[in-house]
């Protein structure tokens, strides 16, 4: 009988041991945004959110917990940001650096820790894309919700890995979501950076989407992507080509943008930026190419940033002489 106390209280002491909490550095930082958003359109359904309708002012505080510490094969980071009233997460994920192995990653919700989410559109900007408040960028990849990461670098060549499965809806310990849903996408996305060429990014991405819809038998998508930006000096260019292929009746798209910045001094940054879809023709539909414009400006003093970006899309989503205007400036304090 001895002999069973000892054992017992030996498991127990090792499961106390294995659930111990190690040196951890936590931090807490936030921001707190002021907006002003002004839409504009005209032609065909300008009156879906095309247009402003009441207070077109905004705001939002954001605060970020994060912590980080050795488990003895990594260290591992978890980071959660919470919007106004800490009612609901903007991002949470976790990370485990293994050092030359690699990082892996789980994220939760709202992260793009990983995949070609992060990198859907990575061109040069001061502000927002010349897509933003108007339109999409129409590449997508994984979502940032239920999704295992993988990344590491190998000298001037770095990977991006990522995989989710079954819906998109964050969940907790041991829950589940996306009932019925059967689909998983798979992300591939690799980054050259020229030690001879400082200043030169590359970067190339495919995803592919099977079930694209979530359910049995819904059609396959494969998303791929390439761009490339330089930087010398204050000035900063980039060039980026994607295409969406879809394998049922849904239109196929092709993506061409650039976009340029210019850092007027250490305070003030610009911008310009072009967007342009085209959805391929189904059936006897014609190709619509949409395109998108923009401006960006950023001006940061001490903590305090005001941003302002204004876009304009013509033959908005696809709809010939549909115009859609989106002019936001924004506040930023961080703290």
Same mark, same amino acid.
């Given at each position: 009988?001895?002999?069973?106390?000892?054992?017992?209280?030996?498991?127990?002491?090792?499961?106390?041991?294995?659930?111990?909490?190690?040196?951890?550095?936590?931090?807490?930082?936030?921001?707190?945004?002021?907006?002003?958003?002004?839409?504009?359109?005209?032609?065909?359904?300008?009156?879906?959110?095309?247009?402003?309708?009441?207070?077109?002012?905004?705001?939002?505080?954001?605060?970020? =917990?994060?912590?980080?510490?050795?488990?003895?094969?990594?260290?591992?980071?978890?980071?959660?940001?919470?919007?106004?009233?800490?009612?609901?997460?903007?991002?949470?994920? *976790?990370?485990?650096?293994?050092?030359?192995?690699?990082?892996?990653?789980?994220?939760?919700? !709202?992260?793009?820790?990983?995949?070609?989410?992060?990198?859907? @559109?990575?061109?040069?900007?001061?502000?927002?894309?010349?897509?933003?408040?108007?339109?999409?960028?129409?590449?997508?990849?994984?979502?940032?919700?239920? *999704?295992?990461?993988?990344?590491?670098? =190998?000298?001037?060549?770095?990977?991006?890995?990522?995989?989710?499965?079954?819906? *998109?809806?964050?969940?907790?310990?041991?829950?589940?979501?996306?009932?019925?849903?059967? !689909?998983?996408?798979? @992300?591939?996305?690799?980054?050259?950076? #020229?030690?001879?060429? #400082?200043?030169?990014?590359?970067?190339?991405?495919?995803?592919?989407?099977?079930?694209?819809?979530?359910?049995?038998?819904?059609?396959?998508?494969?998303?791929?992507?390439?761009?490339?930006?330089?930087?010398?000096?204050?000035?900063?260019?980039?060039?980026?080509?994607?295409?969406?292929?879809?394998?049922?009746?849904?239109?196929?798209?092709?993506?061409?943008?650039?976009?340029?910045?210019?850092?007027?001094?250490?305070?003030?940054?610009?911008?310009?930026?072009?967007?342009?879809?085209?959805?391929?023709?189904?059936?006897?539909?014609?190709?619509?190419?949409?395109?998108?414009? !923009?401006?960006?400006?950023?001006?940061?003093?001490?903590?305090?940033?005001?941003?302002?970006?204004?876009?304009?899309?013509?033959?908005?989503?696809?709809?010939?002489?549909?115009?859609?205007?989106?002019?936001?400036?924004?506040?930023?304090?961080? =703290?």
């Amino acid at each position: 009988m001895n002999n069973i106390k000892k054992i017992g209280l030996t498991a127990l002491a090792g499961s106390l041991v294995a659930f111990s909490a190690n040196a951890v550095e936590m931090s807490v930082t936030g921001t707190s945004e002021l907006s002003y958003i002004s839409k504009d359109g005209k032609g065909a359904a300008t009156n879906n959110g095309d247009t402003t309708e009441g207070n077109p002012f905004g705001s939002n505080t954001s605060i970020k =917990f994060s912590g980080s510490g050795d488990v003895g094969f990594g260290t591992a980071t978890i980071v959660r940001t919470l919007n106004d009233g800490l009612g609901a997460a903007l991002s949470q994920y *976790t990370l485990l650096d293994m050092g030359d192995l690699g990082t892996l990653s789980f994220d939760s919700t !709202g992260g793009s820790v990983a995949g070609l989410t992060p990198h859907d @559109d990575n061109l040069p900007t001061a502000y927002e894309e010349a897509w933003n408040g108007v339109s999409t960028s129409g590449i997508s990849g994984a979502a940032s919700n239920n *999704t295992f990461g993988y990344t590491n670098s =190998f000298g001037p060549l770095a990977v991006s890995l990522a995989k989710t499965k079954g819906g *998109t809806a964050g969940t907790g310990d041991q829950g589940v979501s996306g009932v019925g849903a059967t !689909g998983s996408i798979t @992300d591939v996305v690799v980054i050259y950076k #020229p030690e001879e060429v #400082p200043g030169l990014h590359i970067q190339a991405g495919v995803s592919q989407a099977d079930d694209a819809t979530g359910t049995a038998g819904a059609q396959d998508k494969e998303t791929q992507m390439l761009m490339a930006k330089y930087s010398v000096g204050p000035v900063s260019a980039g060039y980026q080509l994607g295409t969406v292929d879809n394998s049922l009746t849904t239109a196929d798209m092709d993506v061409k943008a650039y976009s340029i910045a210019f850092n007027v001094n250490d305070s003030l940054a610009v911008s310009y930026g072009r967007y342009d879809k085209e959805n391929n023709s189904v059936g006897t539909t014609a190709a619509i190419t949409e395109e998108n414009t !923009g401006i960006s400006a950023a001006y940061t003093t001490g903590a305090a940033t005001i941003r302002m970006t204004n876009n304009e899309a013509t033959n908005a989503g696809h709809t010939s002489a549909k115009v859609k205007e989106h002019t936001e400036i924004s506040v930023v304090l961080a =703290f």
